[in-house]
Structure formats: C-alpha cells, structure tokens
C-alpha cells in the first residue's frame, strides 16, 4: 500500500475523529444547555409555586383577619372602632389585591371546560363543591359594605352606607368556606407542583445519564465540572422545596408551628385523643410584662425573650406534644395523654417553673413572667375552637390573680362567660327601655352647711335580679362600646330632674355628671348636650361635667379638648374626678379649664388616722386655694374625717356621713327638707301713714 492511500485514510480517520470529537461535544454542548434550560424552568416554575402558595396562605389569613376585624370592630368602644375600621379596610384590599395577582398568575379561566376537572385549579375556582371565586367576590364585597356601615356610623354629614345594619354582617360562614377553599387551591397548586416537577425531575434524570455516557465516550474532563453544577442546581431545587415546606408551617422567629399547623392539626389531635380515649391538656401561655420588655429594652430583647421562651416550651414536653405561637406573646401547648388533673397540674407547674427562670440579655436580667390558662378535653370542650377560647378564658382568670401563676377553665368561668353574655343582652334591653335610674348625692360645705352640689349617678333595677352594682355592668358595658347611650339616658334624666327642681325653687347648687372620653369623642355630644339643656329649661351655670385625668391625656388628638373648652365657654362647668390617682401633670390643673379639683375617697378615708393622706390633701387643697380653683373631698364617712377636712380647710364634702345616693324622689325631699324658707310679704290693710 503506498503513502498516499495510507496517509489519505490517516487523514479520514483524523478528520471522523474529529468530526466525532466536535459532534459529541455539540451533542454534550446540546445536552449541557438542554439541561440549564430545563433547570432554568424549574427554578422559575418553583418560584412560581411559591409564590402562589404564599398568595394563598396570605389570603387565608386575610379572610379570618377580616372575620375577627369584623367582630372586634363591633364588640369595641367607639374610641377603638376607627382604627380597627382602618385595619379592617386594609385587610379587605390586601385580599382583594390578592385575589385579583392569584387570577393573573394563575390564568384561570371561568369558561374553561377545565373547571369540570375535579383536579383542576379552575374547579376550586369556579366549581363545586368550593365555589372559592364567588366566596371570595363575597367576603370582599361583604367586608367592603362593613366597612362602610361602620365609616357611616362614625362620621356624620358624609354618605355612606344605605343599606341599614341588618344588611351589612359579616357572614362567618363566607370566611369559612373561603379558608376550605384556598386550602383547596394550595393543596391543588402543590399537586400540580409535584407532578410538573415530578416529570422534569424524570427528563432531567434521561439528560443527566445520557450526558454521562456522552462525555465518558469522549471526554472525562468535561464530565466533572458539569456533574458538579447539576448536582448543585438540584440540591438548591430540594433546599427551597424543603424551606419552602418549612416557613409554610412554622413561626419564622421562635421555629415553633404557626396558627396555620395548629388550625390545620388540631381536629387530628383530638380524633387521636379520642380513639386512645385519652385527655387532651391545652395550655395557652401569654408574657405578663413583654410590653414592658419591648418598650424599655427595644425589640431585640423581646425578640430575644420570645426565642428563649419557645426553646423552654421544647425542652419542657416531649416529642408527641404540640408548641405553637399564635402571635405576639402568645403561645399554646398541646399535650397528648395529658392524665388526671393532678398530673396535668404538675406538669403546667413544672413548665411555668422553667419559663419564668430570669433571661439574660446582653449583661441585663430580664424577669418576663408568664400566665397560663388550662382547658382539657373532653372535660371543659369537645372541639378545637372552644378549647381555645376557654384556655383564653381562664388565661384571663390567672392574669386577674396577678400573673406568674395558671389557672384552670372551671364551671365558674363558664357560668361567668354566660353570665356576662346575659348581663350584655340586658343592658342592651334596658337600653333600649331606657330602664337605668339615677341616684343623687349631695355635696354640703362643711362651715355654713350649704348644698354646693350633687352628683348623678347610675343605677339599674333589673326586672329579675333587683339592683345590679355599677361595678358589675359597668365594665360590661364599656367593653361592648354600650356606655355613650347609657350616659346619653343618665345625662337626660339628671337634666330633666334638675330642671324641675330649679323651677320650684329648690337650691342645688350645680349638677355634676359624669362623663367618660368614649362619650366626648361622640362627635355630636356638644350638641346633644346643650340640646338636652336647652330642652328642659336648664341654663348651663347650673350643670358640671365630671371628667377624669385621662380624658385630658387624650388632649388635641381626638378633639376632645377643644371640645371641653367650648362647652366650658358656654358656661358649663368642668370638674376633675378622683384627683391624684391619674397621671396627668400639673400643667392641666389649670384655673382657666378646670373649676373644681374632686379629692378620690382613697386619699380621705382615715384621713385622721393616716397622717400621709393628710399631707396629700393638705397639699392639693393649697394648691386649688393658690390657683382660685374650689375643691370638694369625696367618701367621707365619718365625723373624724370631716373634723380632720374642716381642720385641713377642705370645706365642700361629699360622702355617706353627708347623704346616701337618693332616688329622684328621695333627693328631692332631702333638697326641700334643706332649703331656706322664704319670707312672705305681707300687705297691710289701711291707710299708709
């Protein structure tokens, strides 16, 4: 064989090597970009799914935001009501956002034959049994005309909502079937997650082998470094799988499950519970001072504080038992196989113990005290939800005791609960009855026995139950935002009363009523006021308003000062109630917006015997005397206390050893009894000389 044909197939050998060598490389080339492209997609189809999942564990939040915001907003004082309507609308809109980004990134169609799928995302969407588009159209629009109603209520000369109250509750059942919905959707959103990944991961795994066989035919350096990136591409994949599945589930400051596990596991917890024919202890723990933690160490250290709580709840039950965070300082434990009260006793004792051990923060000792309320099924619930609220309840009861300690849900709180939902049925009966009275106690001045004053004050007859305490209905009442209507039905009756005594004749001095900050920030009081003065023939001079140093604190921010200093100009006047017992400053007790200082009963009681009361009265009635500001003591009660007043210079008294609080009746005779007689003239018969 010569060169030439030798030399020519060294030649074609060389050029198939190389031409093998060159396509191998663009088929590895080919298979190294498919994978990136694939890898690539998967990242982005990820991020994707998680952001979906986030949209839809936001909008599960939201809905039962919106629920409690709803609730709250209607349960609460006037005062409070503006900011919850505030994040009540924010609530809503955020939903609302939501959904409409949820619709965009998921292209869900409503016509879509998909919706008949019952695997589909458009079947949760548009289809039974979820329905969760028009639940979800229905809470925004519900929430919305909430929102509207509440805003109509609390401003005046606006439009707003027509429809009437009736028409404008917030359907819980909305919020629920919203919830079971978007738990749907995730759980179908997770589904697809799966699948779709489930068959890249398959063609990722086809590329990855092929790849293998390619570049161990032609080239075992080009195998390492792409096998490296491959592996680091899918363990980044698994890690944000794993995160992803994580943070769903998990508080992202203490690590312990969130509301969303608790609420998701706790009917399985009981089922199990029930079929081991076990109890079920829930413990709800709350921080007594990590409001004071935060405001004077900063949210470090209460941050700080929380992680060290959560990691004593772990140490302190065993792997079986549920930590949770709800929020804030508020945590539950759930422990499974509980035993008897005794053993359930201990075993909240011996966590309370660990817990409240000082916490050491950057060189500072920090005591946060914890509070725990216990319930137990099947005793005090069968299901999750009244669990929770009655550990709530006796959380409550353990706070009332101090703190530091835990307390058991019991018949009494559960009668207590009843009891205080009967007490608020009634009031608002007797509101609308307008069934309270009010009592009348004088106040005398102590040299010249003078009637200076006399105070209304509430009381109520109950049909059933005879007289009911202010100290029991009136807490009650403020909290179910009752108390401007029945202050409204006080006022009127006191005016009306005080205005038929002036026009006998009979000296009173002045009227003193009370009034509360949810009453003044009532934004028609003025002219419910002078309407109410004016109607019953009553001038103004005749009438003062008792107000605490709190009401002041408010200031500017609510209006409530100028306000006062507008009804004062009118000629009524202003009264600081239980002086001394606030916070209010010096600056306040000011000649030209308080008239009369009231010295609180705490400081007068034994005033002969306590000889610190002493120098505090002595002092405040100095400084009214100083500023031309008159002074009146309340609860006196004994001839020993008004000799030690009379001796300090107090002259105005007011208290039992004075006068009892009389029915209108009653006062009125007491009044009569009282009052000069005045002379008759006598015309004299004849001549006038």
Same mark, same amino acid.
């Given at each position: 064989?010569?060169?030439?044909?030798?030399?020519?197939?060294?030649?074609?050998?060389?050029?198939?090597?190389?031409?093998?060598?060159?396509?191998?490389?663009?088929?590895?080339?080919?298979?190294? $970009?498919?994978?990136?492209?694939?890898?690539?997609?998967?990242?982005?189809?990820?991020?994707?799914?998680?952001?979906?999942?986030?949209?839809?564990?936001?909008?599960?939040?939201?809905?039962?935001?919106?629920?409690?915001?709803?609730?709250?907003?209607?349960?609460?004082?006037?005062?409070?009501?503006?900011?919850?309507?505030?994040?009540?609308?924010?609530?809503?809109?955020?939903?609302?956002?939501?959904?409409?980004?949820?619709?965009?990134?998921?292209?869900?169609?409503?016509?879509?034959?998909?919706?008949?799928?019952?695997?589909?995302?458009?079947?949760?969407?548009?289809?039974?049994?979820?329905?969760?588009?028009?639940?979800?159209?229905?809470?925004?629009?519900?929430?919305?005309?909430?929102?509207?109603?509440?805003?109509?209520?609390?401003?005046?000369?606006?439009?707003?909502?027509?429809?009437?109250?009736?028409?404008?509750?917030?359907?819980?059942?909305?919020?629920?079937?919203?919830?079971?919905?978007?738990?749907?959707?995730?759980?179908?959103?997770?589904?697809?997650?799966?699948?779709?990944?489930?068959?890249?991961?398959?063609?990722?795994?086809?590329?990855?082998?092929?790849?293998?066989?390619?570049?161990?035919?032609?080239?075992?350096?080009?195998?390492?470094? $792409?096998?490296?990136?491959?592996?680091?591409?899918?363990?980044?994949?698994?890690?944000?799988?794993?995160?992803?599945?994580?943070?769903?589930?998990?508080?992202?400051?203490?690590?312990?499950?969130?509301?969303?596990?608790?609420?998701?596991?706790?009917?399985?917890?009981?089922?199990?519970?029930?079929?081991?024919?076990?109890?079920?202890?829930?413990?709800?723990?709350?921080?007594?001072?990590?409001?004071?933690?935060?405001?004077?160490?900063?949210?470090?250290?209460?941050?700080?504080?929380?992680?060290?709580?959560?990691?004593?709840?772990?140490?302190?039950?065993?792997?079986?038992?549920?930590?949770?965070?709800?929020?804030?300082?508020?945590?539950?434990?759930?422990?499974?196989?509980?035993?008897?009260?005794?053993?359930?006793?201990?075993?909240?004792?011996?966590?309370?113990?660990?817990?409240?051990?000082?916490?050491?923060?950057?060189?500072?000792?920090?005591?946060?005290?914890?509070?725990?309320?216990?319930?137990?099924?099947?005793?005090?619930?069968?299901?999750?939800?009244?669990?929770?609220?009655?550990?709530?309840?006796?959380?409550?009861?353990?706070?009332?005791?101090?703190?530091?300690?835990?307390?058991?849900?019991?018949?009494?709180?559960?009668?207590?609960?009843?009891?205080?939902?009967?007490?608020?049925?009634?009031?608002?009966?007797?509101?609308?009855?307008?069934?309270?009275?009010?009592?009348?106690?004088?106040?005398?001045?102590?040299?010249?026995?003078?009637?200076?004053?006399?105070?209304?004050?509430?009381?109520?007859?109950?049909?059933?139950?005879?007289?009911?305490?202010?100290?029991?209905?009136?807490?009650?009442?403020?909290?179910?935002?009752?108390?401007?209507?029945?202050?409204?039905?006080?006022?009127?009756?006191?005016?009306?009363?005080?205005?038929?005594?002036?026009?006998?004749?009979?000296?009173?001095?002045?009227?003193?009523?009370?009034?509360?900050?949810?009453?003044?920030?009532?934004?028609?009081?003025?002219?419910?006021?002078?309407?109410?003065?004016?109607?019953?023939?009553?001038?103004?001079?005749?009438?003062?308003?008792?107000?605490?140093?709190?009401?002041?604190?408010?200031?500017?921010?609510?209006?409530?000062?100028?306000?006062?200093?507008?009804?004062?100009?009118?000629?009524?006047?202003?009264?600081?109630?239980?002086?001394?017992?606030?916070?209010?400053?010096?600056?306040?007790?000011?000649?030209?917006?308080?008239?009369?200082?009231?010295?609180?009963?705490?400081?007068?009681?034994?005033?002969?015997?306590?000889?610190?009361?002493?120098?505090?009265?002595?002092?405040?009635?100095?400084?009214?005397?100083?500023?031309?500001?008159?002074?009146?003591?309340?609860?006196?009660?004994?001839?020993?206390?008004?000799?030690?007043?009379?001796?300090?210079?107090?002259?105005?008294?007011?208290?039992?050893?004075?006068?009892?609080?009389?029915?209108?009746?009653?006062?009125?005779?007491?009044?009569?009894?009282?009052?000069?007689?005045?002379?008759?003239?006598?015309?004299?018969?004849?001549?006038?000389?």
């Amino acid at each position: 064989m010569s060169q030439q044909p030798v030399h020519s197939v060294s030649r074609k050998l060389t050029l198939l090597i190389k031409s093998g060598y060159w396509l191998a490389l663009l088929i590895i080339a080919a298979m190294v $970009m498919g994978s990136f492209v694939l890898l690539q997609q998967m990242m982005a189809a990820q991020q994707n799914n998680d952001s979906l999942l986030n949209i839809v564990s936001t909008q599960k939040a939201l809905s039962q935001r919106i629920v409690f915001l709803a609730g709250a907003t209607g349960a609460a004082s006037r005062d409070k009501q503006p900011a919850l309507v505030a994040a009540l609308k924010q609530a809503t809109a955020e939903f609302e956002t939501n959904y409409d980004l949820l619709l965009d990134k998921t292209g869900a169609d409503p016509m879509s034959p998909a919706r008949f799928d019952p695997k589909s995302i458009e079947n949760v969407l548009f289809a039974k049994p979820f329905h969760l588009d028009y639940f979800s159209v229905g809470l925004i629009a519900n929430g919305k005309r909430l929102i509207s109603s509440f805003e109509t209520k609390l401003t005046t000369g606006l439009d707003g909502y027509k429809g009437g109250a009736d028409r404008v509750d917030l359907d819980a059942s909305v919020a629920n079937a919203t919830l079971s919905g978007y738990a749907a959707l995730g759980q179908r959103i997770s589904a697809f997650a799966d699948e779709r990944s489930g068959k890249l991961l398959d063609l990722h795994r086809t590329l990855f082998f092929a790849t293998i066989g390619v570049i161990v035919l032609v080239a075992l350096f080009i195998f390492r470094p $792409m096998s490296k990136a491959i592996l680091r591409k899918t363990h980044e994949l698994v890690d944000a799988r794993n995160s992803m599945a994580f943070i769903a589930v998990h508080d992202g400051l203490t690590g312990l499950h969130n509301r969303t596990f608790l609420t998701d596991h706790f009917d399985t917890l009981i089922k199990g519970a029930h079929r081991r024919r076990e109890r079920l202890a829930v413990i709800q723990l709350d921080l007594d001072r990590f409001k004071q933690i935060n405001d004077t160490l900063g949210h470090a250290a209460g941050d700080y504080v929380l992680v060290v709580t959560a990691q004593r709840m772990r140490d302190s039950c065993r792997a079986s038992d549920l930590c949770a965070r709800l929020g804030g300082d508020e945590f539950v434990m759930i422990l499974n196989g509980a035993g008897g009260t005794e053993d359930i006793n201990m075993l909240a004792r011996r966590i309370l113990e660990q817990i409240n051990e000082p916490i050491t923060f950057q060189g500072t000792t920090i005591l946060p005290g914890a509070s725990a309320g216990i319930a137990v099924y099947p005793v005090d619930a069968d299901n999750a939800e009244d669990l929770l609220v009655h550990a709530d309840l006796a959380l409550y009861s353990a706070k009332k005791l101090g703190g530091g300690n835990f307390s058991f849900f019991s018949e009494e709180l559960r009668r207590e609960l009843d009891y205080r939902k009967q007490l608020e049925h009634d009031i608002r009966a007797a509101i609308a009855d307008k069934t309270f009275e009010v009592y009348f106690q004088p106040q005398v001045s102590l040299t010249s026995g003078k009637i200076s004053g006399i105070e209304a004050l509430v009381r109520w007859k109950h049909a059933e139950r005879g007289m009911i305490s202010p100290g029991e209905f009136i807490p009650v009442a403020e909290k179910c935002g009752f108390m401007p209507e029945i202050g409204r039905i006080v006022i009127s009756k006191a005016i009306n009363e005080a205005a038929e005594w002036d026009r006998a004749g009979i000296d009173f001095g002045r009227l003193a009523v009370n009034v509360s900050g949810t009453e003044l920030r009532e934004p028609d009081f003025d002219r419910f006021l002078f309407g109410t003065l004016e109607k019953a023939g009553l001038a103004p001079q005749k009438l003062s308003l008792e107000i605490v140093e709190s009401v002041i604190l408010d200031d500017e921010k609510t209006g409530i000062a100028a306000k006062l200093r507008q009804i004062r100009a009118a000629g009524v006047h202003l009264e600081l109630d239980d002086f001394g017992t606030g916070y209010a400053s010096l600056s306040h007790v000011n000649p030209n917006e308080i008239d009369r200082l009231k010295i609180d009963r705490r400081f007068v009681q034994n005033i002969n015997e306590n000889g610190d009361n002493s120098k505090i009265v002595r002092a405040i009635t100095e400084l009214a005397r100083g500023l031309g500001i008159s002074i009146v003591a309340e609860g006196a009660e004994t001839e020993a206390e008004l000799d030690s007043l009379m001796a300090i210079g107090c002259d105005q008294v007011q208290g039992y050893s004075i006068a009892f609080p009389m029915p209108q009746d009653k006062a009125r005779e007491w009044l009569t009894a009282r009052n000069p007689k005045k002379a008759k003239l006598k015309v004299l018969q004849g001549s006038l000389a």
